[in-house]
């Protein structure tokens, strides 16, 4: 196995938790949330890298905790936030991205049967 697999997925397992909490989340991660998660990111240009871990990615949990990780922050995100996130998804052509990997998805799991 991949030693690299090893790290990222319970790594950006950690990071979706984080994007969810907040100030008034309940357990032991608190006043993280969006701001901080999205200012690591921008800053590392690590959005890229997600993007281009759902592209190449051959293991499907990784690329399942990727995108977990880029709905986290949308739900997290708000006003002038969202529309960073979607402008820069956009500039990745993460829609692009999603559309051929789903669409490959559904044509061998219905023509499998």
Do not use: W
């Given at each position: 196995?991949?030693?690299?697999?090893?790290?990222?997925?319970?790594?950006?397992?950690?990071?979706?938790?984080?994007?969810?909490?907040?100030?008034?989340?309940?357990?032991?991660?608190?006043?993280?949330?969006?701001?901080?998660?999205?200012?690591?990111?921008?800053?590392?240009?690590?959005?890229?890298?997600?993007?281009?871990?759902i592209q190449n990615e051959s293991d499907v949990e990784?690329?399942?905790?990727?995108?977990?990780?880029?709905?986290?922050?949308?739900?997290?995100?708000?006003?002038?936030?969202?529309?960073?996130?979607?402008?820069?998804?956009?500039?990745?052509?993460?829609?692009?991205?999603?559309?051929?990997?789903?669409?490959?998805?559904?044509?061998?799991?219905?023509?499998?049967?």
């Open positions: 196995m991949n030693t690299t697999l090893n790290i990222c997925r319970p790594a950006v397992a950690i990071l979706i938790q984080l994007a969810k909490a907040g100030p008034h989340s309940t357990g032991t991660i608190r006043n993280y949330g969006f701001q901080v998660i999205h200012d690591v990111l921008k800053s590392s240009n690590a959005y890229q890298k997600i993007v281009e871990r990784t690329q399942m905790n990727s995108l977990g990780l880029i709905n986290s922050l949308f739900k997290a995100a708000r006003g002038y936030e969202q529309y960073y996130l979607i402008e820069k998804l956009d500039s990745l052509n993460t829609r692009k991205i999603l559309g051929v990997k789903f669409s490959t998805f559904f044509f061998f799991f219905f023509y499998s049967y």
